[in-house]
Structure formats: structure tokens, C-alpha cells
Nanobody, 124 residues
């Protein structure tokens, strides 16, 4: 059974950093296209960052490019998102997700396994 369990959310001041983790079980995470999405209240889930299977590269939304880094720990079967220079606009629920197919897409409908989501709040 595919399962994704997230950790690492919280409250941080503007300019601060957080590291999000997503532990996978029931599948080999590095063989899958994986992504992080955010969802603000009343809005649809938005693509934040994604990583292609087998180390074939990553993609970022324009709003986080240069501030966030997505990576995988193959030994731990874990996906991480390093979030730096956070701003209040980054406040949202964040979810990790596994692509339905072999490919990285930026649409939430392309993912069929989701973590439980954790809140990230950026506030002074």
C-alpha cells in the first residue's frame, strides 16, 4: 500500500527557513515522479516543486525558484523540500504527492497519492 507521511511544518518569521520531509512506503520513491503542492484557504492546490524519476531533474514554480530546493534521500525513501527566505505569501498547507504516471506534471490531477499535509505559517 502506497503511503506518504509528512513532517516538518510550523511557524517561522519572514526570512526564515523550514525543511519539509515526506516519507514514502509501499513503493520506491526514486523511481517515481514526486512533487510538493501548496493550498491556501479557499484555493486550489498549486504546484510548488517537483522532481523527475531516477534523478532526471526538477522543476519549480516561479514564485519559489531560487528559494526552495526539492531533493530525495534514496536510502531513507524520503522526499524533502528546503524552504529558505520565506515570506508571508508562502503561508499555506503543503502536500507531497506521487505522480499517477512516470512523468512529472504540474497539475494536481496528475497525482494519485498524497501526504496528509502540514501547515506552514510565515508571520512576524
Amino acid at each position: 500500500q502506497v503511503q506518504l507521511v509528512e513532517s516538518g511544518g510550523g511557524v517561522v518569521q519572514p526570512g526564515g527557513s523550514l525543511r519539509r520531509s515526506c516519507a514514502g512506503s509501499g513503493f520506491a520513491l526514486h523511481s517515481s515522479a514526486m512533487a510538493w503542492f501548496l493550498q491556501a484557504p479557499g484555493k486550489a492546490r498549486e504546484f510548488v516543486a517537483g522532481i523527475r524519476r531516477l534523478g532526471a531533474g526538477s522543476e519549480y514554480s516561479d514564485s519559489v525558484k531560487g528559494r526552495f530546493t526539492i531533493s530525495r534521500d534514496i536510502a531513507k525513501n524520503m522526499l524533502t523540500l528546503q524552504m529558505n527566505n520565506l515570506t508571508p505569501a508562502d503561508t499555506a498547507m503543503y502536500y507531497c504527492a506521487r505522480s499517477k504516471t512516470l512523468f512529472l506534471v504540474q497539475c494536481a490531477a496528475g497525482y494519485d497519492s498524497w501526504g496528509q499535509g502540514t501547515q506552514v505559517t510565515v508571520s512576524s
